[in-house]
């Protein structure tokens, strides 16, 4: 699922009794959804489960959907193709409700986000996911995201496109001494083929406020492998092996998904005002190695990942400016460590990327590097209540072009950053529960100790870093 949301100037903040029963409407539609996933018993991601006859704990740490465990690990590499054929559909609904600390823009006096304090039945939805064959597999999801874009009476519009997908076809080689695992995946989306949440593709925040006053509801900057720029956009083509379960190598080869490969680009067309599709020049070479052990309850990741991509720019009709591109090139390092022994469950992940930036199109005066650092632990008791805290953080070359007038689709000075640099901090700090274990319910508060290069007044207009501080609540039901 996309990890960002547009956001609008539309409605001033909800104030009085208005949030009182904002609030009450969340809890009645968290109410429906726990008699709803009762009655269903289901599990996430349910298809897997009836098809493996697992529960979600065997795959997921702590029945915390979307972070693997060992076994999920291997369910994925083996092409999902673990167990017998069965019902392959199976569906998501996202509820959520978002606060802002300071929702209104000093310059227009208009509410920055119009869903803040609102209950939202968010996003949707359905999967077609499971074993085709004994070497075949898959997982497609298709969403549709109830607050896409606004139009121009300022009215809401939903949307509905392709999703994170991953196609496999796998062989296993074992023998009394080795175990090899063979691969070939296609896919729409770099990472999201990955199997350790450390990754940018399944990292955390697992969702997104899309009532956030803080643009794409976390730091307002990322590198093109965490941003979600190529989302939905690119078809990937990559070769893996995994070697005794502890060395894994990839190369996968990304470029635009039209023509044959567009089922993988739903929702996304040439000059689309809302929803444009985004264009590299070529193939765009992708990278991954990593060494992972297993020991008793405990296991651990150490890896690498490289990118390089190149991308035209939009004109003013929203299609592709051919000529100059912008070239990124991205490198990282990544780490994950897991204790899982019930009634315990501890995950902790680690990652840093280095962007460099070589810009043709003259957009941008002088980004040449960008940093992201990305460091979270959770905790989970009896695979039912759960605590993280999550930090991020991005740093690089100031840029007038650049971040001057960030975002500026938002028509908002709350985006532009006086230093015109990208430097900004999140810390994360969350709750959840898993009353059962198709559902999730989870509270946190998101607190920036900088935003676009300074604490105070980082935008010139009297803005603080903190007044892009939010609450999340949110219910994620899977059945």
Request: charged share 10%; proline share 5%.
């Amino acid at each position: 699922m996309s990890k960002f949301s547009p956001q609008s100037l539309v409605q001033p903040r909800l104030k009085g009794t208005q949030e009182y029963f904002s609030i009450w409407g969340l809890i009645s539609l968290i109410s429906a959804l726990l008699l709803l996933g009762i009655s269903n018993q289901a599990k996430a991601l349910p298809t897997f489960a009836r098809q493996t006859g697992q529960s979600c704990v065997a795959c997921h740490a702590g029945g915390q959907f979307p972070e693997l465990t060992p076994y999920g690990r291997i369910f994925k590499l083996t092409g999902y193709t673990i167990g017998s054929l069965g019902n392959p559909f199976s569906a998501m609904l996202v509820t959520d409700l978002t606060q802002n600390k300071n929702n209104t823009d000093l310059i227009s006096s208009t509410g920055i986000a119009s869903q803040n304090n609102i209950p939202l039945i968010d996003v949707g939805s359905v999967f077609v996911a499971g074993k085709l064959t004994n070497n075949i597999g898959g997982f497609a999801q298709f969403t549709y995201s109830v607050y896409d874009h606004q139009d121009n009476s300022g009215n809401w519009r939903g949307h509905f496109s392709s999703d994170n997908t991953d196609l496999r076809y796998v062989n296993r080689f074992l023998t009394p001494s080795n175990d090899l695992i063979l691969g070939v995946t296609v896919h729409n989306n770099p990472g999201v083929q990955d199997v350790w949440n450390s990754a940018p593709a399944w990292s955390y925040p697992f969702l997104s406020a899309p009532g956030a006053a803080s643009a794409f509801a976390g730091v307002p900057v990322s590198t093109k492998l965490e941003d979600g720029t190529l989302s939905s956009q690119v078809a990937g083509l990559g070769a893996y092996a995994f070697l005794n379960k502890s060395i894994y190598f990839e190369l996968t080869g990304y470029q635009t998904a039209t023509g044959f490969w567009k089922f993988l680009s739903q929702g996304y067309k040439l000059g689309d005002p809302n929803s444009p599709l985004t264009y590299s020049q070529g193939i765009s070479p992708y990278m991954r190695v990593a060494y992972t052990k297993e020991w008793d309850e405990q296991n651990f990741m150490i890896g690498l990942m490289a990118m390089n991509t190149n991308i035209y720019p939009f004109d003013g009709s929203n299609l592709p400016q051919y000529g100059m591109v912008t070239h990124y090139q991205d490198k990282g390092i990544d780490a994950q460590y897991q204790y899982l022994l019930d009634p315990h469950t501890v995950t902790a992940q680690l990652r840093y990327i280095t962007e460099k930036i070589n810009d043709d199109t003259g957009t941008n005066a002088n980004s040449n590097r960008l940093n992201s650092f990305f460091a979270k632990i959770t905790y989970v008791f009896r695979n039912e209540y759960g605590a993280d805290v999550s930090y991020r953080s991005v740093n690089g070359s100031s840029d007038i072009g650049a971040y001057q007038n960030y975002a500026t689709t938002q028509a908002s000075s709350y985006s532009t950053s006086l230093n015109n640099s990208p430097n900004s901090k999140l810390w994360t700090p969350e709750v959840f529960w898993l009353p059962m274990q198709n559902l999730r319910l989870g509270l946190q508060y998101n607190m920036f100790t900088q935003y676009l290069g300074a604490t105070t007044n980082y935008d010139g207009n009297n803005r603080n870093a903190s007044d892009n501080n939010f609450a999340y609540l949110y219910a994620w039901l899977a059945f």
